[in-house]
Every structure is written in C-alpha cells, then in structure tokens.
C-alpha cells in the first residue's frame, strides 16, 4: 500500500542553521511522482518542487535542495542556512501512476520553527 | 497570476446546518480535488473530478457529503446536515491530467460546526 512517513512531527532550530526534513515513501508502483508542499502560518499549500521516480539526480534551488534515494524510498528536503521567514509546516506528497488518478498522499507533516 | 479560489476562507455554522464551499480552478485546469486537513488525520482526498465527471468519492461519508462540478469553472462541496466532527480546513485544488501533474491548492475554507 502507498505510505508517506514524515518521523519528525517538530523541527526548531536558531536562524543560519542548515536543517533536513526527511521523508520515507512505501509504493508499489515503478512510475510514481514526489512532491514537497509548504503551508506557511496562513494557511495556503505552496508547491515546492516535483520530482520523477526515474530522475535520481538532487536538485537545488537557492537554499532548498532535495535528495531523491530510490534505494532508501527517501526523499529528504534540506534548508541551508535557515530564515524565519522558512518557519512552516512542510509536507512530502506522493503521486502513483498506473491505475492512479492523480491524486495527493500526503505524510503528517514537518513543523519547522526558525527562532532569530 | 492564476491561483485556485475558495470561498468562504471561514464558515462557522450550527450542527444540522448546510454548508457549501466553493472552488474556481485555475483556468484550463481540467482535474479538481477536495481535500480536508485536520489534526488527527492530516490530509485526506475527499473526492477528485476530471473534465467535470467524479471519478473517485470514496473519501467522503457518503449520507452526508456531497461534490459537485456545474461547470467548468465551479465545484462545490456540500455538507448536509453538518456535525461537530466536520470541522476542519477544506482544500481545493486544481492541475491537468495526471499523477505527474503539480496540484495548485486553494486556501482553504475553515469550517468550525459548533
């Protein structure tokens, strides 16, 4: 059965630290889609960034980067040198394909809290 | 900048109460969602439409829940008669097709049933 696994429910850390959201996916499927979402205080879901089962490469954008592991069906966020302003909780998704309509399975979330 | 509009963005109601939320898609979105986000169970699918059809309710209590898509730009979701343990965050949100599409979320509607 398809399972996304946020272990970290809080995460506090003081402004300029580096810190990494884990995320660990259960699917059976070979072509599936990953996804990390912010919801900030107010509330809305912000899409962050996709990525494919058959691209392994990590990305980085700006101060976020991900690492994609098949091998450890992890896909783990990091925030380098972190800013109050990246305090939200923060969601790791997953999509399957075959049969699958597209839908969202969301883990329970990370709650990141950046102190000045 | 195209975004997923939800209203009300807050509903307080009294049990037994009707209540309906409302979404506009980002235009030339042709699949929907429902989603309902509380703090025991997170986020949850509640139903999904694509090219206005349902394809997947299964998520929602069924005697009470309703979704509907009367156009192309309008889905609703409806609650009938409304209980306490209704209250939650309920989001729309909107993209093309399928499993490898990004889902673009509205802010969600805050239902409090009291």
């Known amino acids: 059965a398809q399972k996304v696994t946020q272990a970290q429910t809080e995460i506090s850390v003081v402004e300029k630290e580096d810190v990494t959201l884990d995320c660990v996916y259960e699917t059976r499927d070979t072509t599936y889609y990953l996804f990390w979402y912010k919801q900030p205080p107010s509330g809305e879901l912000v899409f962050l960034i996709r990525?494919?089962?058959?691209?392994?490469q990590n990305e980085i954008s700006g101060r976020y980067s991900w690492n994609f592991q098949k091998s450890t069906s992890s896909f783990n966020f990091t925030i380098t040198a972190s800013q109050v302003v990246d305090s939200a909780v923060y969601f790791c998704?997953?999509?399957?394909?075959?049969?699958?309509?597209?839908?969202?399975?969301f883990g329970k979330g990370t709650k990141l809290s950046v102190k000045p | 900048d195209a975004r997923v509009t939800q209203t009300p963005r807050h509903k307080v109601t009294e049990m037994g109460q009707e209540v309906t939320m409302r979404c506009q898609p980002i235009l030339g979105h042709n699949t929907v969602f429902w989603y309902r986000q509380t703090m025991m169970q997170g986020l949850e699918l509640l139903a999904y439409f694509r090219n206005r059809a349902p394809l997947d309710d299964s998520g929602m209590p069924k005697d009470r829940f309703s979704a509907e898509m009367p156009d192309a730009t309008l889905a609703t979701l409806k609650i009938q008669p409304s209980e306490p343990r209704d209250s939650a965050v309920y989001f729309c949100?909107?993209?093309?097709?399928?499993?490898?599409?990004?889902?673009?979320f509205g802010a969600g509607t805050r239902l409090s049933v009291l």
């Open positions: 998704a997953l999509s399957e394909g075959g049969g699958s309509q597209g839908n969202l399975i």
């Open positions: 990525r494919n089962s058959f691209d392994e």
């Open positions: 949100a909107s993209g093309w097709g399928t499993h490898k599409n990004i889902q673009y």
